[in-house]
Structure formats: C-alpha cells, structure tokens
C-alpha cells in the first residue's frame, strides 16, 4: 500500500485501513482494561469504548470518500449521496459524546465493566442508514464497475448490515468489526492489488 500512495484513491484506502486497525486496537484495549480499578483501567475503558463508537463512523465516512473517488475513476458521481453519509456520521458521533452523559448507547458501571443502554440500537441504525444510502449509489453506478467490484462493495453493505443487526440483538459478540475487516481486506484483494 505504500508504495502506491501517489493515487488519490490509494491514500484513501489506507485512510480506512489505519481507521479500522484503530478501531480494532481501541476495541481490544476497552477488553482488556475492563474490570480493573486502578487509574488506567478506569480511563483506558472510557477512552478506548468511546474511541471505538466514534472510529466506527469515521470509518464509515472515510469510505464515502473511497467509494466516491473509486466512481471517479469511472463516471462523475454525484456528491449528494456521499455528503449526506458523512452528515449522518458527523450526527453518529455527536450521538455518542451526547451518550457519555445520558448512557443512550452504554454506560461503564461500578465494577468498569461495558454495559449497553437502552438506545444502543440506535448507534446501529445510524450505521444502516449509511448502508442504505451505499446501497443506492451502488446501484445506481452499478453500469460502471466490473462485476467482482459490485459484488464487493454490495458485501460492504451486507455482511456489516447483517453483523450489526445480530450484534444488536445478542450481546456480546462484535461481529461488525471482522464484517469490517473482511471487507477491507477484500478491497485490497480485488481493487487495490
């Protein structure tokens, strides 16, 4: 991937492979820290499951920009569709600072253990929203790429989709993360090499 940093598209795929690794460190570190009571613990899990909900939408916004200079590469795209993806994101995150104070989407209780809110869902469908919007852009595109990149981005939208709606529903299994980074290795496989 370095060595092919020269190419807009290029920087943008390694813009959301730092962006996933992130999120995949901040999600082992607010494991790894639960339960402990000493001063880094306490912070690390705030910290680390905090930065993990927000990562999750910037990654989400960085392949708008992804998805947006790879149609590029083909036709000129539309810029509405990517716009209101990052807006809902910007919205995402908001949702989450938002949530530190009225435990919408979780709350660390006494014992500095993670536990979901009654809006957690919510932090999900923010995140389907944004799956619905790639839906139709590529779709409406769709005359423009080869097939095994339809098909790929298509699974961008459904394997995450289908991992946050499981996710949602049974506790405690964070499927959408290897969703992610399936998908991610994916596009180095099939676009990027």
């Not at 940093?5 to 639960?34: F, G, Q, S």
């Not at 705030?46 to 790879?70: H, K, P, T």
């Not at 910007?90 to 938002?98: F, H, T, Y």
Request: some cysteine; hydrophobic content about 55%; proline content about 3%.
């Amino acid at each position: 991937i370095s060595e092919n940093r020269h190419t807009r598209l290029n920087r943008l795929y390694l813009r959301v492979v730092i962006c996933n690794i992130a999120v995949m460190l901040c999600d082992a570190l607010a494991i790894a820290l639960k339960g402990g009571m000493d001063p880094v613990n306490y912070y690390g899990v705030r910290i680390a499951n905090f930065c993990a909900f927000c990562l999750d939408y910037v990654i989400v916004a960085l392949f708008a920009d992804y998805l947006e200079a790879f149609i590029a590469t083909k036709t000129k795209p539309s810029p509405r569709p990517f716009r209101i993806v990052r807006a809902i994101c910007a919205a995402g995150i908001l949702l989450v600072v938002i949530s530190q104070w009225n435990h919408m989407y979780y709350r660390i209780d006494e014992n500095n253990m993670y536990v979901r809110g009654d809006w957690f869902w919510l932090s999900q469908a923010v995140g389907l929203l944004c799956a619905a919007v790639y839906l139709c852009v590529i779709f409406r595109y769709r005359k423009h790429m080869k097939k095994k990149e339809f098909y790929l981005f298509l699974l961008y939208i459904m394997a995450p989709g289908i991992a946050a709606v499981v996710q949602t529903w049974i506790y405690g299994i964070a499927l959408l993360y290897i969703a992610t980074t399936l998908f991610v290795l994916g596009v180095y496989i099939v676009i990027q090499s």
